[in-house]
Structures are given as C-alpha cells and as structure tokens.
C-alpha cells in the first residue's frame, strides 16, 4: 500500500493566489481529515470528511479556505487568496470510517505552504 | 470538550537512558489515547494507542505507555533510548462517536551522544 499521497510536497507562492493542495488517502478507507501545523498553534483540524460528506468544518479558519471530496481517492483544499499567516504544513490524514472505538488515523507526508 | 496538554515541549536525555514524555488530558467520556511520532520533514507514525483493557500498552520502537485514569495521564516512556529515537512526539486524545483527534503541542525529544 502506497499510503496517504499529498502533492505538491512543497509550494511557495505570492499573496493573492490561490493554491490548491491535494490528497489521496489509502485505499478502503471512507474517512479523510485535513490538519494544518503551525509553531505557534500546533497540529490544528481543520475539516474531515466520511464517505466523501464534509461532517466537521469547524476548524475551517475562514472563508478563504474551502475543500472538497469529489470521490473517495481524493480531496483537495484550496486556499483564495492566500496569505502569509497561511504559511505551515498541511497534512492530510485517513482512517477506515466511523464504526463502533476509534480508527487509527494514517497521515500523509505534508504540504509545505509557504506564502510570500 | 476533550484536550491534551504534554508537559515539556523540548526533552533532552543521553543515549542509553530512560525516556519520559508526559501527557495529561482531559475528557468527560472514557477516552480513546495516542501517541504518534514525527520525524524530521515527515508525517506523523503511530506508536501506539489505548482504547479498552490493559492500561499498560506497548508500541513500536520499544516505547510503551500507561493509561493512569486517577492522574488522567499517559505518559511515554522507552528504558533505553537510542539516538534513533530524536524526533517530536505528540499525544492525542480522540473525540467519541466523531472519530476527531486533538493534539497536544507535541514534545521535542533531543538524544544526547
């Protein structure tokens, strides 16, 4: 299994564009978090998804952020316009849906945004 | 509302010593707990996690952890750390019936030579 696949792996952009970052989460699992890393905030959740339907958004920080699941092998999260306190690592993370316990989550490698 | 707090954000130990990385958390519902590791420029890597039965849990790398509800704690330890072993690590706590983690702010964990 290949794991959780985010591309780009790094991105350096201007203020004012937009950037799109992408996942594809392991194969079977049908549930897909986005997390955002910061110095100053740490490991921030900042929407899931199960079976492609958006549940939790509640850590959206604002209206320049939006992601979707078109399909169950990929997401994306967009960020119009960006801004420089978007710079972090952006990790996507998936887990084998909403069953009885709690599923491990697997995360990807990251997206280093890095907005000047 | 669940939280975890890790005391000490950055750890230093020699090579060859015990590993101590603390974690307190905080949940109104019997908690579900982890604690992953992070390597340098990579995503987080589960070591391991609690749900039911024994409090005593061990994962990999040699590290376990102890699930203590009276304290509310699940402090990491390794009895011989490698230099390997360098890395952050963070505890979690997950969200019941929504299958959420929160994050502690992770520990910086330095081996000494």
């Known amino acids: 299994d290949a794991g959780v696949i985010q591309s780009p792996r790094h991105e350096v952009t201007e203020m004012g564009q937009e950037v799109t970052l992408r996942c594809k989460p392991i194969s079977g699992h049908n549930s897909l978090f986005w997390y955002r890393q910061t110095m100053m905030r740490g490991l921030e959740l900042l929407i899931y998804?199960?079976?492609?339907?958006?549940?939790?958004d509640s850590g959206m920080p604002e209206d320049r952020f939006s992601a979707k699941m078109p399909n169950a092998s990929f997401s994306t999260l967009k960020i119009q316009p960006s801004e420089p306190r978007d710079s972090a690592v952006y990790f996507c993370?998936?887990?084998?849906?909403?069953?009885?316990?709690?599923?491990?989550?697997?995360f990807g490698p990251g997206t280093r945004l890095t907005v000047l | 509302a669940q939280s975890v707090t890790q005391l000490g954000s950055h750890v230093s130990v020699s090579e060859g010593a015990l590993v101590l990385l603390r974690c307190n958390y905080s949940?109104?519902?019997?908690?579900?707990l982890f604690w992953y590791v992070q390597y340098p420029n990579q995503g987080l890597q589960l070591l391991l996690k609690y749900t039911t039965g024994a409090t005593l849990v061990k994962g990999i790398n040699g590290f376990e952890a102890e699930f203590k509800k009276s304290e509310t704690s699940f402090h990491l330890t390794k009895p011989s750390a490698h230099m390997s072993d360098a890395a952050e690590y963070f505890c979690?706590?997950?969200?019941?019936?929504?299958?959420?983690?929160?994050f502690g702010q992770g520990t910086r964990l330095t081996i000494n030579p």
């Open positions: 998804f199960n079976n492609n339907v958006p549940i939790d």
């Open positions: 993370a998936s887990s084998l849906g909403m069953g009885q316990g709690f599923n491990e989550q697997f």
């Open positions: 949940s109104s519902v019997p908690p579900y």
């Open positions: 979690a706590v997950g969200v019941q019936g929504a299958q959420k983690l929160v």
